[in-house]
C-alpha cells in the first residue's frame, strides 16, 4: 500500500481532495488550469493572468487584470522593519531558508490576516500583498546573494518586468530588460503556477485546514518545495549536469549509476508521481531553452549534456518500463542559468511561480469549508505489552 489508506471507520471519509482548480491526466500527459490547456496558457497569456485565472477561477477582462495589476502595485514595498530581518541572514545561507523565515514573518506586519473570520474582501486584501511582496523578497535574496543593494519595486512596470527590474537592475544605472527574458520567465512562472495536490500544495491545504492563517501555511508549501525530490530538483538537475560534464561527459556512465540499485544516484529530473508519461511543461520548457538560448546567443554544454541523456534514457528499458520521462525540473534549470540565476535561487523561482496555485488552492479549501484535514494510519507496531520497571529491564 502506498500513501494515505483512507480508513472510512466512522470518521468523516477523508478521501481524495475535490478541486476545480488544476486538471492533471498522468497517463495521457495532459495539464488544464481551470480548464485552459497549458499549451495554449504558455504560448498565449502571462503570469498575472494565469494567477488571476487560477485564484478568481475566470480569465480577466481588459479593466479587471489592469486593476490587479494596479492593486499588486500598491503593496509591492515591504515594511522596512521586515528588512532588519532580512539583513540579519548570512549573505551565503539557503535563499529557501532566507524564504521561509520572510514569508512567514509577513504576519508579523498585518496581524489582521491572521484571524480565522476573515471576510471575503479581507482575504483578498491579504492575497493581493502576498503576491505583490513576494517579487519584492525574491528579489531581495538574489541581490544578496551578489552582496549588491537592493532595487526598489516601480510601479510603471508589469508584474513580471517589475520582478526582473529589481532582480536584475542596478543603482547606478538604468537598466533596460530584455523582453526575450520577459517572455521567457513569464513562460517558466505559468508553467509552475500549480500542479493539483503535490506535495507543496498539499502542505498548504492541510496546514491552512486548521484555519492557520495564509502567510503561514503558503511558508509551509516553502519548506516542503524545498526538498529535492520535490521543487529542489531543479537545482539538483543542474548540479547533476555540471558533476556529468566535470567527469568528462560520460553520460552513459551515469546512466548505468541511475540504474544500479545498489548506487543511491538517481536521474534528477526524472520520473514522476503522476505523469507515466512526457510531463507536457518538459516538452514546453525544452523547446523555449533552445528559443533562447538562440536568442541570447548563449552555448550551454550542460544542454547538450541534457539532451544526450534524454535520447539515451528514452530508449532505455529500465526507464520505459518504469515510464520515467523527463519533469518540469530537467530543463528549467538550463533557462534560470541562461537568465543569469545561480542554482540555490532555482528553487525560489519555483515557489514565486507556484505561489498563485498556492493561494488559489488555499482559498478553495477555505471557501468550501474543509474539515481539518487528519489522514489515518494503518497500525503496525507492538501488540499490547505491560510496563516493566527499569531494574528488570
Ligand atoms: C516535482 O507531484 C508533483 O506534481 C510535483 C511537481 C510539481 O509541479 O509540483 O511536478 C514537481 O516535484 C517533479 C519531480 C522532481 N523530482 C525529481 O526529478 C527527483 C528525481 N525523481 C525521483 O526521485 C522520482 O521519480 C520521484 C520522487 C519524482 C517520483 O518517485 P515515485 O513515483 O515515488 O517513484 P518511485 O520512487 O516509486 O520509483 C519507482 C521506480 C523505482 O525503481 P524500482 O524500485 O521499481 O526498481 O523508478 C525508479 C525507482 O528506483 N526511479 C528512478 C527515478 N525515479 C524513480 N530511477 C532513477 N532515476 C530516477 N529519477
Redesign the pocket.
Known sequence: LTGYVTLDVGYKNTGATKSAITFLDGEAGILKYRGYPIEQLAQKSTFLEVAYLLIYGALPTKDQIQNFQKQINNHTLVHEDLKKFFDGYPSNSHPMGQLTGLISSLSAFYPESLHSNQTPDEINETIIKLLAKMTTIVSWIYKKSLGHPVIYPQKRFDYVTNFLYMTFGQRTEEVTIDPVIVEAMNVLLILHAD?EQ???TSTVRIVGSSEANLYSSVTAGISALWGP???G?NQAVIEMLETIKADGGDTDKWINK?KD?NDPF?????????YKNFDPRAKIIKKACDDILEKLGIDDEVLDIAKKIEEIALKDPYFIE?K?YP???FYSGIIYRALGFPTEMFTVLFALGRLPGWIAQWKEMRENKEPIGRPRQIYIGETDRDYVDIENR
Not at 266 to 274: A, C, I, K, P, T
Request: positive net charge; charged residues 20%; proline residues 0%.
Open positions: 500542479h503535490n506535495c507543496s525530490l520535490h521543487g530538483a541511475a540499485k538517481r536521474l534528477m529530473g526524472f520520473g514522476h508521481r503522476v518504469r520515467l519533469n518540469v525540473d
